[in-house]
């Protein structure tokens, strides 16, 4: 076998590990992880289930794929603006930014690994965690005494929450999208309810 075989073979294994990753991640977001199955991923890819398997050993594995890299992607995200923003009040903008833009730019991805997370959290540890990055900002807000609350993990449940339900009735055609023209009202309910100071 030749150089120019073997790199041609592993360009269209890629592809084909990439098209599983976008049609597996549809299908989770849009179906559930339960409901589907690996004929259905196969199906959407255009490959046989046998194929599948040359990838990935099991559904199980094609999902701890995706939600980790998705997952840890958004978590250093945050931890970047976190980083580079210079109090909380910014910080909160930039968080909600985030993730209105992640909702509405990529729908499946924000269903997935934020509507879903109970079901995949299994696969993720503290590093490169969502939950873990949104308590740094917490804790560290609380430290600077710009929140009156004390307690980071339940002020990082309360912001999630906060821009999570939303999305879920925009998901659901109960509230009018883009996310995105709902931001300020969703920043403003997480600030009153952190008792940010200085919050209307």
């Given at each position: 076998m030749n150089e120019t075989t073997v790199k041609k073979r592993s360009r269209n294994g890629q592809a084909t590990r990439e098209r599983i990753f976008r049609e597996a991640l549809h299908l989770f977001a849009k179906k559930g992880f339960e409901a589907t199955s690996i004929k259905d991923i196969a199906g959407a890819v255009g490959v046989a289930d046998a194929a599948l398997y040359r990838h990935f050993s099991s559904k199980d594995d094609i999902a701890s794929a995706i939600f980790s890299f998705h997952y840890a992607n958004l978590a250093r995200s945050i931890a970047v603006l976190a980083s580079?923003?210079?109090?909380?009040?910014?910080?909160?903008?930039q968080l909600v930014t985030l993730l209105c833009d992640l909702f509405d730019d990529t729908p499946d991805v924000f269903a997935f690994i934020l509507l879903n997370q109970?079901?995949?959290l299994r696969f993720v540890g503290d590093e490169d965690n969502v939950v873990t990055a949104l308590v740094g900002i917490m804790q560290r807000a609380i430290d600077s005494g710009e929140l009156g609350i004390d307690n980071a993990i339940l002020a990082a449940s309360i912001a999630l929450g906060?821009?999570?339900?939303?999305?879920?009735?925009?998901?659901?055609?109960?509230?009018?999208?883009?996310?995105?023209?709902?931001?300020?009202?969703?920043?403003?309910?997480?600030?009153?309810?952190?008792?940010?100071?200085?919050?209307?």
């Open positions: 580079q923003s210079e109090n909380f009040a910014v910080a909160l903008r109970h079901d995949h906060a821009a999570i339900q939303p999305a879920v009735f925009c998901l659901y055609g109960r509230l009018p999208g883009p996310l995105g023209q709902h931001r300020d009202t969703i920043e403003a309910a997480i600030a009153r309810a952190m008792n940010l100071h200085g919050a209307p």
